[in-house]
């Protein structure tokens, strides 16, 4: 289907929101074949977007951790003062 200018679909929002020259080059020119700068694009997308997931990983490794450690030094008070 093509696309519709009076209307923007969910994935076109999704994809405006993560990249907007995505869209644009879509939109633009679908049949275009690919060159060096758009694998280079996706190539750069995907690295960064590995990196934020490392990211959110080790913080929620972090959050567990401390909860960890506070439900120790809380329990360890409990049990000196029994």
Do not use: K
Not at 10 to 17: F, V
Not at 21 to 32: E, I, K, V
Request: charged share 25%; hydrophobic share 45%.
């Amino acid at each position: 289907m093509p696309p519709d200018d009076d209307w923007a679909s969910a994935t076109d929002l999704a994809e405006y929101s993560y990249c907007p020259r995505s869209l644009y080059y879509r939109r633009t020119a679908p049949d275009a074949p690919d060159t060096r700068a758009a694998a280079r694009g996706r190539r750069d997308h995907a690295h960064a977007l590995a990196a934020e997931r490392r990211r959110a990983g080790s913080s929620a490794v972090y959050w567990a951790a401390l909860l960890a450690g506070v439900t120790l030094v809380l329990a360890a008070a409990v049990l000196l003062h029994l």
